[in-house]
């Protein structure tokens, strides 16, 4: 229970690497503070699981794209549970095609989530943070922030951009005791993967070294480690099987 005591709001928490990471936290002994998108249906899943664990939780509906929702955010965290000590950033969309036919609609949409919605929540918790001196943020960006992908420009902009605030952010609060980090994940098996013609997923697995799909609570280990690490800062840990090398 390594972080007993804490309380951890993870955005998007409700499906896929969202929900892993909510229950990883839960079983390290976190309180988790969790948002949602639209999926009621999900959101109660995941709420109901976390309390049958013994875990004080609470789902938030909130959309991280619009500032005062975000606000609305955090005081309800902050209502139920007195301060936030962990973020993880982990709500994202896609909006996928090729930069000759993309709509600038579907590059805001990804942008304004992926990008925005992460600097509205750390600005909202980093003056908490720095008046404890203590706090952890952690962005999920992914593999192709750092390498790109074919009809992914404005996902790949979103996620590289998620690299750069947090090493800029890390620098600017780690006098105050606090850490900032990303975790750049690989492909991971979730519900959008399981879709997949066979031949895709056989083109996906020939560029892993490891073979495999990641899963979601590859991702939420690491996100439980950089939460109990507190002397790493400004970092991206890809976990990726191999992707990256």
Known sequence: MILSGQTALVTGGSRGIGHAICVALAQAGANVVFSYAGN??????????????????????SDVSDEAQVKDLIA???AAFGAIDILVNNAGITRDGLLMTMKEADFDAVIDTNLKGAF???KAVCRPMMKRRSGCIINLSSVVGVHGNAGQVNYSASKAGLIGMTKSLAKEVASRNIT????APGFIETDMTEGLPAATKEALLSTIPMGRLGQGEDIAKAVVFLASAPYITGQVLGVDGGMGM
């Open 120 to 122: 509205f929540t750390m």
């Open 40 to 61: 009621a249906t999900a959101a109660e899943e995941t709420l109901r699981l976390l309390q049958s664990m013994d875990c004080n939780a609470l789902a938030v509906q």
């Open 180 to 183: 900032v980090n990303a975790i």
């Open 76 to 78: 309800q965290t902050t």
